[in-house]
């Protein structure tokens, strides 16, 4: 995991073991939207002012306030992040990652918006999920992905697909080449390019990122 950040920070920020920790700001005048832009190789972990922890994924964008408004905890998300979101149940948390608004109470989830067709792993707890005309909710173990401008749930079939890369590996469960090789050419921003046509085989197995 990349740690390096840089070191001048803003007052309510702090930098402690490679990691951004957020503390609840005394002035609603200090209150400023902040984007967490993460380059290609690297993987940030932050920890929000209200105690949510954060581990956002390479080539990916967290769009949020500093301090949380009383009424809700709300963030945008481009590419693929996992969150442990703090138990609040009077501010619900909500993400917004293309066509989903995901909200969550207390819960652990992760979410991959790298494509225009977004999917939610729910690893803890319940969700609500909202998409263009219809909303659904799941419970741990099970997932949502938009399907033709539809919500789909389904069983996650192997949980350590919504965790292994934030804890530093490629997992692959039944994918095909081409998206081992987007996800390789992503980590490392390189373009891979192939003389052949890909097989249409699918493949399961995991690499320790280097």
Known sequence: MNK????????????KDGKLLYSQLKTEESNPIHTLIVPKR????????????????????????????????KV?????????????????????????????????FDINSYKPNAKVLLTEGRLKVNGQEKEIFIDAGNGVKMVNSQLVAFPIPDMEEATAWKDGYFYFDNKNMQQILDELSRWYGINIESNV??????YKGGIKEM
């Open 4 to 15: 390096q950040v840089d070191q001048s920070l803003s007052q309510g920020i702090e930098l």
């Open 42 to 73: 690297s993987t940030i972990a932050i920890t929000l002012s209200d105690g949510t922890r954060v581990w956002v994924n390479s080539e990916s964008e967290l769009i949020y306030k500093a301090n949380f408004t009383e009424n809700e905890r």
């Open 76 to 108: 945008t998300l481009k590419g693929e992040a996992y969150f442990e979101v703090a138990k609040d149940t009077k501010r619900p948390f909500i993400i917004e990652a293309n066509d989903l608004s995901i909200q969550a109470i207390g819960t652990a």
């Open 197 to 202: 046509s890909l097989d249409k085989r699918r």
